[in-house]
T-cell receptor, first 107, second 119 residues
Framework: SQKIEQNSEALNIQEGKTATLTCNYT??????LQWYRQDPGRGPVFLLL?????KEKRKERLKVTFDTTLKQSLFHITASQPADSATYLC??????FGKGTTLSVSS | DAGVIQSPRHEVTEMGQEVTLRCKPI?????LFWYRQTMMRGLELLIY????????DSGMPEDRFSAKMPNASFSTLKIQPSEPRDSAVYFC?????????????????FGSGTQLSVL
């Protein structure tokens, strides 16, 4: 069956550092992959979409990579800020979501 | 646009009662999704509609769950009878994507969710 894993439930980093979150998947060849941010008590909010023919996509301090050979996506937040603290979810199309990684950025 | 609107925001009910969750998608979106989120299982897709037609309900846990979309601006998810293990946050999301075209890749817009507690 299709499976998606985010490699850690929690990630703690200091302000100013780069946060790197990992999403791995199996038994699936998605045409695209998405990343969402979720704050406590709220619904997920879309951040970035990357297609299978794209290696990298950027948006302000965010960068996503997609390696279809490794079946892996990396999500980077550069110059992290306490306001970046949230849970980040990856999704294979709209059908399968990872459980998320909770990022905590301390000042 | 007000975004995806879900009601109620919180629902507390007793085991065996019927529960109805409501969703109003963003105007013009042709796809609607119902998800359930728990700590153990994360965010799981229950069912999705395209142009008001149910496309895939394989995520619906059992016959106690049913979903309808009578028109483009309204959908319901019903649980009858409810059980304590149904306690979770239920999200509705809408999109302008057509999942039959896997390359369309439109983003999802989520509502604020309904926190359901079945005692």
């Amino acid at each position: 069956s299709q499976k998606i894993e985010q490699n850690s439930e929690a990630l703690n980093i200091q302000e100013g550092k780069t946060a790197t979150l990992t999403c791995n998947y199996t038994n699936y060849s998605p045409a695209y992959l998405q990343w969402y941010r979720q704050d406590p008590g709220r619904g997920p909010v879309f951040l970035l979409l990357i297609r299978e023919n794209e290696k990298e996509k950027r948006k302000e301090r965010l960068k996503v990579t997609f390696d279809t050979t490794l079946k892996q996506s990396l999500f980077h937040i550069t110059a992290s800020q306490p306001a970046d603290s949230a849970t980040y979810l990856c999704a294979l199309t709209a059908l399968i979501f990872g459980k998320g990684t909770t990022l905590s950025v301390s000042s | 646009d007000a975004g995806v609107i879900q009601s109620p925001r919180h629902e507390v009910t007793e085991m065996g009662q019927e529960v109805t969750l409501r969703c109003k998608p963003i105007s013009g979106h042709n796809s609607l999704f119902w998800y359930r989120q728990t700590m153990m299982r994360g965010l799981e897709l229950l069912i999705y509609f395209n142009n008001n037609v149910p496309i895939d309900d394989s995520g619906m846990p059992e016959d106690r769950f049913s979903a309808k979309m009578p028109n483009a601006s309204f959908s319901t998810l019903k649980i009858q009878p409810s059980e304590p293990r149904d306690s979770a946050v239920y999200f509705c999301a809408s999109s302008s994507a057509n999942l039959r075209d896997s390359s369309s890749g439109e983003k999802l817009f989520f509502g604020s969710g309904t926190q359901l507690s079945v005692l």
